[in-house]
T-cell receptor, first 114, second 110 residues
Framework: NAGVTQTPKFRILKIGQSMTLQCTQDMNHNYMYWYRQDPGMGLKLIYYSVGAGITDKGEVPNGYNVSRSTTEDFPLRLELAAPSQTSVYFC?????????????FGPGTRLTVT | QKEVEQNSGPLSVPEGAIASLNCTYSDRGSQSFFWYRQYSGKSPELIMFIYSNGDKEDGRFTAQLNKASQYVSLLIRDSQPSDSATYLCAVNMYNNDMRFGAGTRLTVKP
């Protein structure tokens, strides 16, 4: 199993451009999450999904959109990129959100907006 | 008050010592609590989870939870240089919304 994969690993965007960060998991997990991590900070939840066709906002959803058309994929869309969106983005998945099930993280995408 | 607070450190301990990491949280309804380890430039990995008051031990790691005080801690016994990393405390809130602390950077000196 590849686990959670993310593409691209690095990206530089100009202000106002758009892009999609890809996330795929092959563990048949129901739950998927998108986080951002700013330098020296913890992770902040952007969006999460409890299954195909169902998504919900996390702590910092503004400026982002998500979709979940399949169990495996959970892309994150940035519209009109801003310097404040410069961060490392992590995708994660878990079988369940319950306390006994850990979240598996992808390797991250480092995004710079200039 | 931040929802999840940790001392940012850095915390430095000699090899073989006990490292003690602390975390407080604001939501009394929180049910489950996690400690993640994150090496520089890498993604977080789960070390421990705990949801009942008291202690939970796994090898050299012990998680302690006190819901009345809204406090969770992680003890690392016989610290090794390979334990040097940032430790993130995470709290699963009532609506599956996971909130993370800013992390404590630990350095174990040989």
């Amino acid at each position: 199993n590849a686990g959670v994969t993310q593409t691209p690993k690095f990206r530089i965007l100009k202000i106002g451009q758009s892009m999609t960060l890809q996330c795929t998991q092959d563990m048949n997990h129901n739950y998927m999450y998108w986080y951002r991590q700013d330098p020296g900070m913890g992770l902040k939840l952007i969006y999460y999904s409890v299954g195909a066709g169902i998504t919900d906002k996390g702590e910092v959803p503004n400026g982002y959109n998500v979709s979940r058309s399949t169990t495996e994929d959970f892309p994150l869309r940035l519209e009109l990129a801003a310097p404040s969106q410069t961060s490392v983005y992590f995708c994660a998945s878990s079988y369940s959100p319950d306390r006994d099930y850990e979240q598996y993280f992808g390797p991250g995408t480092r995004l710079t907006v200039t | 008050q931040k929802e999840v607070e940790q001392n940012s450190g850095p915390l430095s301990v000699p090899e073989g010592a006990i490292a003690s990491l602390n975390c407080t949280y604001s939501d009394r309804g929180s049910q489950s609590f996690f400690w993640y380890r994150q090496y520089s430039g890498k993604s977080p990995e789960l070390i421990m989870f705990i949801y009942s008051n008291g202690d939970k031990e796994d090898g050299r790691f012990t998680a302690q939870l006190n819901k009345a005080s809204q406090y969770v801690s992680l003890l690392i016994r016989d610290s090794q240089p390979s334990d040097s990393a940032t430790y993130l405390c995470a709290v699963n809130m009532y609506n599956n919304d996971m909130r993370f602390g800013a992390g404590t950077r630990l350095t174990v000196k040989p």
